[in-house]
Structure formats: structure tokens, C-alpha cells
Antibody
Framework: QVPLHESGPSLVKPSETLSLTCTVS????????WSWIRQSPGKGLEWIGY???????NYNPSLKSRITISIDTSKKQFSLNLSSVTAADTAVYYC?????????????WGLGTLVTVSS | SYDLTQPLSVSLALGQTATITCRGD??????VHWYQQKPGQAPVLVIY???ERPSGISERFSGSNSGNTATLTISRAQAGDEADYYC?????????FGSGTQVTVL
């Protein structure tokens, strides 16, 4: 079983909302920050935002107006909504776990899911 | 915002040592983490908190951080080390990734 697993539509139309869910299979959801990170084709990594189990969030300022990250601790899932998407939002989206013990490093990544924005 | 600058690419011969830099303003005051990403795969943490190695990561990977430059060193390079490498810090509670360095082992 994959410790972190992203799920959601692989194709989204321009101007619509991209919605992804990450299911946590390994460990507690209450003791880490949970991040979304994306990578456009052939490009580098871009942090989208994180959420804590208590609902505390922080978002990338460049995307903040379009992002909502939520969490359902009972289902051990957290989700990403990105509104008003354009072709520039086409990317592999990763969910990831941030270890808070010291230094805040991302120690676990999902396999990633490719989301294409196209009509 | 906070910017991290990495060289676009590094090439080295099998068995040689690769040095990948990550430059940022006063980066020496931050914890730097390094990730290895092979084509079609998710990134993997190879160094955290400047110079710590996660379990399972080869001792050939090492890191340092001082002043305005953090460095990832890959000793005795192997073909399997070919990958993109990204540095990362937290700035004002936002994660910032470097631009990435492609390492080619000849």
C-alpha cells in the first residue's frame, strides 16, 4: 500500500476547479504538516501550500487567491482545490508529508498525479 | 519572496565527486534540505537539516551550509546518481525550492 496516494480527475477544463485528494495510509495524520507540491512538465518543483490536522493552512502567495486546502482527519485525507485553472496549471501534483520534529523536511511523497488543463 | 539559485547542470565522470551549490540570502541561517528526483519519479529526500542523511541514503551524499551557500556533495559518483537535485528551505512559513540541477554521470 502506497503511504500517500493522490486521486482526482486527470483532465480539467479551463476556468474550472481542480480538485485532488491525498489519502494517508502510513502513520498518524495528526503529527505532521501535509503539503501539496506541483511540477509543470519539464520544470522544477513548486510548493502550493500545507495544512495541519487542526486546519491551520499556509499557501504560496502566488497562488493564494485560488487555493483551498482542507483536511478530514477521520478519513485520513487532505484535499486541494485550485480554482479558475488555465493551461499553466497543467502539472504533476504531489502530496507530501512534512516532518516537524526539526527543520521541517519533506520526508514522504506521493507518486504524483498528472493533471492536464484542456478543453 | 526568497530565491534559491542552483546551477542548471553538473557533469562528472564515474567515480568523481559532484558539488551542487544552492545560493540564497543568508541561507546559512536556515535549514536546507536536498531532494533527488529521477525521471518519472517523485522526489526523494537525500539530505535534511543541512547535513543529515535519512536512513537508507548512501554515505556518499553529504551536505554543508554556511553564509550564502549550501552545498550538496556526491562522492564516488555512480550511474544511479543521475537525476535532478533540488535544494529547499522554509521562508516565512512557505517552502521554497531551488531551480534544480541536472546531474549527468559520464
Amino acid at each position: 500500500q502506497v503511504p500517500l496516494h493522490e486521486s482526482g480527475p486527470s483532465l480539467v477544463k479551463p476556468s474550472e476547479t481542480l480538485s485532488l485528494t491525498c489519502t494517508v495510509s502510513d502513520g498518524s495524520i495528526s503529527s505532521h504538516y501535509w503539503s501539496w507540491i506541483r511540477q509543470s512538465p519539464g520544470k522544477g518543483l513548486e510548493w502550493i501550500g500545507y495544512i495541519y490536522y487542526d486546519g491551520t493552512t499556509n499557501y504560496n502567495p502566488s497562488l493564494k487567491s485560488r487555493i483551498t486546502i482542507s483536511i478530514d482527519t477521520s478519513k485520513k485525507q487532505f484535499s486541494l482545490n485550485l480554482s479558475s485553472v488555465t493551461a499553466a496549471d497543467t502539472a504533476v501534483y504531489y502530496c507530501a508529508r512534512v516532518d516537524l520534529s526539526s527543520g521541517w523536511y519533506t520526508d514522504l511523497w506521493g507518486l504524483g498525479t498528472l493533471v492536464t488543463v484542456s478543453s | 519572496s526568497y530565491d534559491l539559485t542552483q546551477p542548471l547542470s553538473v557533469s562528472l565522470a564515474l567515480g568523481q565527486t559532484a558539488t551542487i551549490t544552492c545560493r540564497g540570502d543568508k541561507i546559512g541561517t536556515k535549514n536546507v534540505h536536498w531532494y533527488q528526483q529521477k525521471p518519472g519519479q517523485a522526489p526523494v529526500l537525500v539530505i535534511y537539516r543541512d547535513d543529515e542523511r535519512p536512513s537508507g541514503i548512501s554515505e556518499r551524499f553529504s551536505g554543508s551550509n554556511s553564509g550564502n551557500t549550501a552545498t550538496l556533495t556526491i562522492s564516488r559518483a555512480q550511474a544511479g546518481d543521475e537525476a535532478d537535485y533540488y535544494c529547499q528551505v522554509w521562508h516565512n512559513r512557505a517552502a521554497v525550492f531551488g531551480s534544480g540541477t541536472q546531474v549527468t554521470v559520464l
